[in-house]
């Protein structure tokens, strides 16, 4: 599997009545199909995230999501990023993702990570438990998961997890693509060098070079050649044809997330503004090559957190970044 150019939809906010809401979701994700990204993605979450929205902002349930985006759709592989592995019993989960490859004709990824949002798990009555506890639970899931994606029966008896000859038909293929989406160097990491045929690394661009270290001391460690584990970067991109109005919605969105530029030192926008990448399509392509991609990283996931809804964005982005994972 190879992701070198991924479309995440990271809100469902788009000032439209309910009932215009996914088709607006579909318009995205077929822009997306014919401007060449390769995957699209949707967030296993039940509220909006703090670092883009409230709580109570719009939020679709993401397998329903892609199952229905499978009927939109023809080319497009379709993932979320990431799955919340604390949100779903692991059997059910093989499940879910195997009936999503046999819906789409072949196309499903499972992303999966550890869980982190403490207000849904607390909220909606699911087990949050301490970090350690989510990361020793991701990994005892992945012992169940990915063994019944290959057509294994495996029983474990787990602390967390039982499964006893766990059967999972029918399946499309027995290589069901499996990404680990996270930043920790060690527990996600680790996982990934012995699950993972994709890792998504989700930090600041700052931190790359430090964080393809780790990596490839966890491959060798797991007797891994890195080579074989593709990797991508979480970008969140604010691009116009019109740069300084790229800018402003850059600035229009930290506001409403309570981050005002205009009063930060040098060091603290940066660090606010770490993962963004924001202007023209000139700028933004010079930005995800140099601070993304020079630094080693096969390729990149983006959203268009503030205008990836209005028709034509998504084919923009398109153009400016295929050219620059292709070949």
């Known amino acids: 599997m190879s992701i070198r150019l991924g479309y995440q939809i990271p809100n469902f906010t788009y000032g439209t009545p309910v009932r215009e809401l996914f088709p607006t ?5 077929r822009e997306a199909e014919a401007a060449g990204f390769d995957t699209a993605f949707v ?8 670092g883009i929205g409230e709580p109570d902002e719009p939020m679709l349930e993401a397998y329903t999501t892609l199952s229905a985006l499978a009927m939109a759709t023809t080319d ?3 993932s979320a990023l990431v799955t919340g592995n604390t949100y779903r019993n692991p059997a059910m989960l093989a499940k879910t993702v195997t009936t999503l490859d046999v819906v789409s004709g072949g196309r ?11 207000l849904e798990h607390r909220q909606l009555g699911f087990e949050f438990g301490t970090f350690t506890d989510r ?3 991701l990994g005892e899931a992945l012992e169940i998961i990915v063994p019944m994606l290959r057509g294994q029966r495996p029983t474990v008896d787990g602390r967390w997890y039982r499964a006893e000859g766990a059967i999972n038909e029918p399946r ?7 990404l680990l989406g996270g930043g920790g160097e060690r527990k996600t990491f680790g996982y990934a060098a012995r699950y993972a045929d994709h890792l998504n690394i989700i930090c600041n661009a700052s931190e790359l070079p430090r964080k393809l270290d780790a990596l490839a001391q966890r491959c060798e460690e797991a007797g891994r050649d890195r080579a074989t584990l593709d990797t991508s970067f979480l970008a969140f ?7 300084d109005r790229a800018r402003q919605s850059q600035r229009e969105f930290l506001l409403s997330r309570g981050i005002d530029l205009d009063v930060l030192s040098d060091d603290a926008r940066a660090a606010a503004t ?3 990448f924001v202007g023209t399509p000139d700028d933004v392509a010079e930005q995800i090559q140099r601070r993304v991609l020079d630094q080693g990283v096969d390729g990149v996931v983006i959203n268009l957190v503030t205008n990836g809804h209005q028709p034509g964005m998504v084919e923009l982005a398109g153009r400016t970044l295929g050219p620059l994972v292709s070949g």
Not at 25 to 29: E, G, H, P
Not at 43 to 50: E, I, S
Not at 238 to 243: A, F, I
């Open 25 to 29: 979701v579909v318009a995205q994700v």
């Open 43 to 50: 967030m296993d979450h039940f509220y909006q995230l703090p």
């Open 76 to 78: 497009i592989a379709l």
């Open 108 to 118: 499903a990824v499972l992303g999966i990570g550890a869980g982190w949002f403490e």
């Open 135 to 137: 990361f020793d639970r």
């Open 172 to 178: 499309i293929r027995d290589t069901l693509p499996v």
């Open 237 to 243: 991109v604010m691009l116009d044809e019109d740069g």
């Open 274 to 276: 770490d993962r963004q």
